[in-house]
């Protein structure tokens, strides 16, 4: 695959050399290239060369400017203020990258593989074994799964793990339970696979929970149920995997909802590193990481104190022997970089738990697990409101249901479709499938195109409107390209450098040009609201460019209609990998 240099990267290191050349005593230097209002770019770096070399910044700019090789990328360059560089581009020169973008075979569109990839292990999606996905679990699934997305396009070697809750006290009771109830697991008719294990894995927490509550020797029987869980009683675990298989039915329904695909092997939860956690506490205690305090293993942090002012300790391991969150965090950290041999260990966990993390992150940094050389880092995201701006809630005040959410994301997005259905010829099957796109699509791309560490509110009115920054908007955008296409009748797409270009085209053509280094500066800061940004200025660029450029006008001349489509056509497939980067469909009629 031949990677297309940007207009920018290659104005950037033109100016780099001129300004070598001119000013030879500089150095190296950065000529401060960004986009400009004035003109195409504009280049600021002159100032700073200036006061360096006690020189007239305007006179130096003249002197850069006349070392810029003629013709080919610079249509035209100003000297402006006191020494500022406004460049505009040759038409020629957008067309032709453009263009060698689009003809790209591995449908990359000229982006490159970064030179630097190395390993990342993501830990997203950690839903709780016998419990009900709710809305605080939507975020770090559709977070985590886009940046999977970037990061694999970008060329990073990406292992996803998925933290599941499956192991803990809880389990002694549910599997005490089921052994005094053998048949409580079997499902009740009339739902679906996943609505019935989720069913009956609630009527089962429930019943089960009542009777810890109220029973004595119940509550014996289940905590000596823990003891034989943790020592790995034949009978005990084969039980407990009951419960974990049953939890995967209904974890694989609510993500096939959401459009992702988790697969087995990616889900290691907390008992996946049982065996390593006594040896952890031996290394953390014989290197004087942690500490024994009151009985209990832990590590202090001068930073880190409570209320009364004394330091609050990451406990590892308890006073009664057993193990905290933290032993587990930690030992996955030794997986994940020992065995796994990453890099960078990404995680995409609630910003609440920011301070566990941040002990954690530095008692592995003193235990030399992670170094110069492997880092790890929280990719925190805030909480999901409701149009009130408080914690989204149902009206009787409980947590709401991820899978109610999302169903009702699909009606009201069905409806929207079935409303303009008509003008397009859409089958009933046709709308049914689109309006689960639009529907799902709606909200990942509401919760992806708000910063991830900030809340946001959660209004499906405004998700699915067809105009504004929402996904509905860019895929009607997609498919009003397809459209177009199917109407262009012998007229095919194709670049013509030879074209004096419009306002708007040029506009539409520089922006596509920035496609790579958006998904670039994306991965790099695992942002991927930068991206939804990126290709919502796409859509209103292609907007402007409608309503200015008629494309297949019987006035415009054929290499003018063919130039158009070319343009359209490669906007199309810029939203197209755009939105699928973000796990959201763009249907081709809608």
């Known amino acids: 695959m031949a990677s297309v240099p940007s207009l920018a990267s290659t104005l950037q290191q033109q100016l780099a050399d001129a300004l070598t050349a001119a000013l030879p005593d500089a150095g190296a230097a950065d000529p401060l290239l960004r986009r400009s209002d004035r003109a195409d770019f504009q280049a600021n770096g002159i100032l700073a060369l200036a006061k360096k070399l006690k020189g007239n910044p305007r006179e130096l700019a003249a002197q850069v400017t006349a070392a810029l090789p003629a013709g080919g990328l610079i249509k035209d360059i100003e000297v402006s203020g006191p020494g500022f560089l406004n460049v505009t581009l040759t038409d020629r020169a957008i067309v032709e990258t453009l263009a060698a973008r689009a003809a790209d075979g591995e449908g990359r569109l000229g982006v490159p593989l970064k030179d630097d990839a190395g390993t990342t292990v993501i830990d997203y999606a950690q839903p709780n074994v016998a419990k ?293 010829g859409l089958s009933e099957e046709e709308i049914v499938e689109n309006g689960r796109y639009v529907g799902i699509g709606a909200v990942k791309y509401a919760d992806l195109s708000t910063s991830a560490v900030r809340d946001y509110k959660f209004d499906l009115d405004q998700m699915v409107a067809l105009h504004g920054d929402t996904s509905v908007y860019l895929q009607y955008a997609y498919a009003r390209i397809q459209s177009i296409l199917r109407k262009a009748g012998d007229a095919v797409p194709a670049a013509h450098p030879e074209l004096e270009l419009a306002p708007a085209e040029r506009a539409l053509g520089l922006h596509l040009d920035q496609f790579g280094e958006v998904l670039a500066e994306v991965g790099a800061g695992y942002e991927p609201h930068k991206l939804a940004a990126y290709l919502y200025q796409l859509a209103s660029h292609l907007t402007t460019f409608y309503d200015q450029c008629q494309v297949l006008s019987p006035d415009n001349a054929p290499e003018v209609v063919e130039n158009r489509l070319f343009l359209v056509e490669l906007t199309a497939r810029t939203l197209h990998q755009g939105m699928a980067l973000l796990g959201i469909r763009t249907p081709e009629r809608l």
């Open 132 to 424: 009900e996905m709710h809305v605080g679990h939507l975020r770090s699934a559709v977070i985590g799964d886009a940046v999977v997305k970037i990061l694999e396009f970008t060329g990073e070697n990406v292992v996803r793990r998925h933290h599941i809750g499956d192991w803990g006290t809880q389990f002694g009771m549910l599997i005490q339970y089921l052994i005094e109830h053998p048949g409580a697991l079997k499902h009740e008719g009339g739902a679906s696979d996943g609505e019935a294990a989720m069913s009956t894995l609630n009527r089962v927490y429930k019943e089960s929970r009542v009777l810890f509550d109220s029973d004595e020797e119940f509550k014996a029987r289940s905590r000596d149920r823990v003891v034989a869980l943790q020592a790995g009683d034949p009978e005990t675990l084969e039980l407990w995997h009951r419960f974990v298989d049953e939890s995967k039915i209904y974890f694989h329904s609510v993500f096939d909802k959401l459009d992702m695909v988790i697969d087995d092997p990616d889900i290691v939860g907390e008992s996946g590193y049982n065996d390593m956690l006594e040896e952890t506490c031996q290394i953390l205690e014989e290197t004087g990481v942690a500490v024994r305090s009151e009985g209990a293993l832990c590590v202090f942090f001068d930073d880190v104190k409570g209320p009364d002012g004394n330091k609050v300790p990451l406990i590892v391991k308890k006073t009664n022997g057993g193990y905290g969150y933290a032993a587990t965090d930690l030992s996955a950290i030794r997986n994940r970089v020992q065995d796994l041999k990453a890099d960078t260990l990404l995680y995409v966990v609630d910003a609440r738990q920011s301070l566990h993390f941040k002990m954690v992150f530095e008692t592995a940094r003193r235990a030399g697990w992670l170094n110069e050389d492997v880092k790890a880092v929280q990719l925190a995201f805030g909480t999901v409101l409701g149009k009130d701006g408080k914690p989204f809630k149902t009206r009787e005040g409980e947590t709401v249901r991820l899978e109610d959410l999302l169903d009702e994301a699909v009606t009201r997005a069905t409806a929207v479709v079935r409303d303009k259905a008509d003008k397009v």
